[in-house]
């Protein structure tokens, strides 16, 4: 495509859009059980508004968008509150899960460098942890050291200290752990970095909100936040649970000291002093803006009443995918996430499940090993679910006795 001669007006501009949109998934009627979330329409119009009123502003000088600088630091002391932190904690917010956990890994290559003069860092974690760490690795040179899991999917604890040398500078686990949705055993594995002064990250993007209000909701949670000795940082995505607009989390550390190592500042250039907090110069302040209004806007009462909606949700799913002889779930789910299986994988190819669901309109992640389908269960899903069961009975019905193959499809692209 190259560049019109003439510009076309608004509502051209407008209805070409929602051309365009015409075979997305319809996230918004609960039909997606991943990438998107949301809490009610209310929640999304809030999102929206404050998103549009900030979309240009930009946080990279908050000395000129003073706003942005308030804005961020009330989002992060929510969130710290929400991790137990104390008065000591710190943190920054950032453009995403990936970005977060990006630097959590950049920090802890720092800290080591400064602190030990580690020059060939590696990272500790769990087969299960999220592929942001693999990518954090691959751009930062540091060693990824993966370490299998245990039967019920949960890192080893064992295993990862025996994978522990003197070059790692990092161990991670995961609450809840994306791929089976269960909570990592926190305190066994921040015990480990305790007693060698290294870093311990808990990526607690998927659950940093909903373990929070599950927990005082009456559910059993694992010990998983500040409230561990040893856990130097945490990430949250509010674009998750948290119902924000696309592009808000957060990463929080112990103390300033621990997030010092995350930021960058440079004079060696022409422009003067040069400050960041994270990967992005330029931080736009839609995101920002609209992570405040959504919690400001819900407040606990409303965090308790959809984090409860998601977690009714998912175990009716739960209960679902039970009753079905032809399905196995892979684990019991420790928040809302639920990952199932074909019983006999030999007699059912999962990933044809997933064809026959996205021709009626549901988009699940289809992820491996072992061969499964992932349901982000959320607040929009709560009485949704008996329609998806029943379009879920019509597929089984249809791949009975067929040998039909799926398409494994990927939880990214890179087109």
Known sequence: MTLRSTGLSHDEIITTLQQMKVNDVRWRDGRAFTLAYSAGEDVLAVAEEAYR?????????????????????????IVINWLQGDSSAAGFMTSGGTESILLAVKASRERGKKERGVTQPNVVLPTSAHAAFEKACYYFGLESRRVGVSEDWRANPEAMAAAVDDNTVLLVG?????????????????????????????????????????????????????????????????????????????????????????????DNWLGGMYGSSGIMGTKGGGSMAAAWAVMNFLGDEGYMR??????????ELVAGVLARPQLQLVAPPDSTLVSFRAADPAALDVFAIADGLWKR???????????????????????????????????????????ISGTQGAYGTIE
């Open 53 to 77: 009123a900030f979309a240009s502003e930009n946080a990279l000088n908050t000395d000129a968008f003073p706003s942005l600088r308030i804005i961020q630091a009330q989002v992060v002391d």
């Open 361 to 403: 309109g549901w988009y699940l992640d289809r992820q491996g090993p072992p061969p499964a389908l992932h349901c982000t269960v959320n607040a929009i899903h709560d009485g949704k679910i008996a329609p998806f069961l029943a379009d879920l009975d019509a597929v089984l019905d249809e791949l009975s006795g067929s040998s």
């Open 174 to 266: 995961s609450a809840p752990q994306y791929p089976q949705g269960v909570v990592d055993p926190i305190e066994a594995i921040a015990a480990i970095a305790a007693e060698r002064d290294i870093n311990c990250h808990v990526d607690g993007c998927m659950g940093g909100v909903s373990l929070t209000y599950l927990k005082r909701l009456g559910y059993t949670i694992p010990a998983w936040n500040f409230e561990v000795p040893g856990v130097t940082s945490i990430s949250v995505d509010l674009h998750k649970y948290g119902y924000t607009a696309k592009g808000a989390s957060v990463i929080a550390w112990r103390n300033k000291q621990l997030r010092s190592y995350q930021t960058y500042v440079t």
């Open 306 to 315: 959809v984090t409860l909606a998601a977690r009714r949700a998912a175990e």
